[in-house]
């Protein structure tokens, strides 16, 4: 085994140790919770050591790195997720390789999206991605619709050609009434879910929890959690 090899390997094996702790103090199966591993910044080799040690889920924020790796590693059997700020002008590329989008927030990028999608003959997973420290009518400061237009924009995905509406995503807020309290976030964010899978049952994921609060997340009802530091290690710089 390569040392990153390795690295990676305890690292990862650490973070299951996590969510499967959190599974069990929360009285959830562990197949409740799916890991997804955020590699943005890292090289697309440390994308196929990961498929190597069985991970399935891979994450990306930036359409300029994604595709070059995507591309890269197409030969493996990934579930791809977009989960940064989306321009229209990027959403062709993203649908090329993306099989998730988590950060749907604007009724343009459901249009643009839906386009792309058929334009591609593929089907796009798209999450709205919830502001939770958003004012009406607001977007937060990255990315995110505010609470109160998650129904009109979920009905705009789930109407649109080539999009099917998975569920709802978020950050916990680093400002706001819910700095410092990613449990209360996160609960928050379940209650939206509720209240969209009433009018829209198979909308049942909730993607939530970082390296820093997976716990919380978990223990709130995420269904995906995404990681990225606590796996493949500090990122340098920004990202
Ligand atoms: C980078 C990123 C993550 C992972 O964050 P870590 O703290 O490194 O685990 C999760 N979600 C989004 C949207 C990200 O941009």
Same mark, same amino acid.
């Given at each position: ?5 390795? /690295? #990676?390997?305890? +690292?990862?094996? !650490?973070?299951?140790?996590?969510? %499967? ?6 009285? *959830? &199966? @562990? ?53 940064? /700020? #989306?321009?229209? +002008?990027?959403? !062709?590329?993203?649908?090329?390789? %993306? ?6 927030? *604007? &009724? @343009? ?75 209360? &976030? ?54």
């Amino acid at each position: 085994m390569t040392d990153r090899k390795a /690295q #990676l390997a305890e +690292n990862l094996a !650490r973070v299951e140790e996590r969510i %499967a702790s959190a599974c069990a103090a929360a009285g *959830r &199966a @562990r197949e409740e919770v799916t890991l997804i591993v955020v590699t943005k910044t890292y090289p697309a080799s440390d994308v196929r050591i990961l498929h190597e040690l069985g991970v399935r889920h891979v994450a990306e924020n930036r359409d300029q790195d994604a595709a070059p790796k995507a591309a890269e590693c197409s030969d493996l059997s990934l579930t791809w997720h977009f989960v940064g /700020q #989306l321009q229209t +002008n990027k959403v !062709r590329s993203v649908a090329g390789y %993306a099989d998730v989008v988590q950060s749907v927030d *604007r &009724a @343009r990028l459901v249009t643009a999206l839906s386009a792309a999608a058929v334009r591609e003959g593929r089907e796009l997973g798209c999450l709205i991605q919830v502001a939770l420290d958003a004012e009406s009518g607001e977007r937060g400061d990255r990315g995110g619709v505010a609470p109160d237009g998650i129904e009109e924009l979920a009905a705009a995905v789930e109407s649109a050609p080539g999009l099917r509406l998975g569920g709802l995503m978020t950050v916990a807020p680093l400002a706001g009434p819910y700095a410092g309290r990613q449990r209360a &976030a996160f609960d928050r964010l379940m209650e939206f879910s509720s209240r969209l899978r009433g009018n829209h049952p198979a909308a049942n994921m909730v993607s939530a929890g970082m390296s820093a609060d997976l716990e919380d997340a978990v223990a709130a009802g995420a269904t995906h959690v995404r990681i990225g530091t606590a796996v493949l290690g500090v990122r340098p710089g920004l990202g």
